[in-house]
């Protein structure tokens, strides 16, 4: 039986240290490129494959990050999770991911079971506004980061680590891009306030609707809690009003997706009939023939912040300074809204209005 090469056998051949090695293999900055590309090139040569129970030992580390979602089936997930996994396998740590589906009690199930398995951190994008499950371990001072949900108390605002949208922004554009296109009665299909994302952007909604001095009229938001069948029945039930709106706003495009196709199956247009803004920007929303107007957020940047902010946490074993970034919001306009229709018919106008003198 072939002998497996060791550490020392990539180090002899390299003429490095063991410690030049292992840095080669973690991707530590305090070495040259080209011994780093000569350690690699030998690794591979040798068909070296690390012990990872000897290292995690040594190491008293696992390279392995708990992801816990709240399900795989919203296309904003593994957007997300893309940009978490390929930052974490460029600094040599590997992702295990759960789903919670909205269930506090999963969440917990994940967390237990993930720590058996000796991961080195947690990121969380499931987490609701009150979350005992990120309480405990915050007082635990187990490392984690939270990722486009965080946490709404004054007591731990400030002392824990995420990096999130500015959602309150994000939803008050929308509003505003639908008003300045002359709709002053917007449905609002909701997520789940219990979550930050959903609060935030509702909170934004309302905000711009009090700025104008538009009248609320609660019957003009339905939580559908982020499901595209429930956006579905909830835009039925807002067609079928006696003064249904003009425009609606979905708080994430998977809810769109369901008021879109409500929208069609009742036989009206869009957005000729009706204008429809989203919130995310998945992939799905920028398909030609969809082409719904949404609220970007950078999924992907979101996701590599956080596991560079998380693993220096793991890798320092500091955890007293928090780190919280927000990211700005962008419009991204497509066909759903009425803005392109807006620009065709007042370009046909001024070609008219040039011909006539």
Request: hydrophobic share 40%; aromatic share 6%; proline share 4%.
């Amino acid at each position: 039986m072939t002998k497996k090469p060791t550490i020392k056998d990539i180090a002899r051949a390299a003429k490095v240290s063991t410690t030049a090695v292992s840095m080669a293999l973690n991707n530590r900055p305090r070495i040259g490129p080209e011994t780093r590309e000569r350690i690699l090139r030998i690794v591979k040569e040798l068909n070296y494959r690390p012990n990872i129970v000897a290292r995690s030992l040594v190491s008293r580390r696992s390279q392995t990050i708990g992801l816990i979602i709240t399900t795989i089936l919203n296309p904003f997930y593994p957007e997300l999770a893309k940009g978490i996994e390929d930052k974490a396998l460029e600094l040599g740590y590997s992702i295990i991911l759960c789903s919670t589906n909205q269930d506090l009690a999963l969440e917990k199930y994940h967390i237990e079971n993930l720590r058996s398995k000796g991961v080195d951190g947690f990121i969380f994008s499931s987490v609701k506004i009150k979350d005992p499950n990120v309480y405990a371990l915050f007082e635990e001072r187990f490392p984690f980061i939270l990722v486009n949900r965080r946490i709404h108390d004054p007591s731990l605002d400030k002392k824990i680590d995420y990096v999130v949208l500015d959602n309150s922004s994000g939803a008050y554009q929308a509003m505003e891009h639908l008003y300045n296109l002359g709709h002053h009665r917007i449905g609002i299909l909701a997520g789940p306030l219990n979550t930050s994302t959903a609060a935030e952007r509702t909170e934004g909604a309302k905000r711009f609707l009090k700025k104008n001095r538009i009248g609320w009229d609660p019957g003009l938001l339905i939580v559908c809690h982020y499901s595209k069948e429930k956006a579905y029945e909830a835009t039925r039930k807002l067609l079928a009003q006696k003064h249904p709106p003009t425009a609606i706003f979905a708080e994430n495009d998977y809810m769109a997706l369901g008021a879109r196709d409500a929208i069609l199956d009742a036989g009206l247009k869009l957005p000729e009939d009706m204008a429809l803004v989203g919130f995310d920007d998945i992939v799905e929303t920028a398909l030609k023939g969809v082409e719904i107007t949404t609220i970007s957020q950078k999924k992907y940047d979101m996701g590599t912040l956080a596991v560079k902010v998380l693993i220096d946490k793991i890798e320092q074993g500091s955890l007293r300074m928090a780190n919280q970034i927000i990211l700005e919001p962008e419009l991204v306009i497509r066909a759903s809204c009425g803005y392109r229709l807006r620009e065709e018919v007042s370009s046909r106008s001024g070609r008219r209005s040039g011909k006539a003198h």
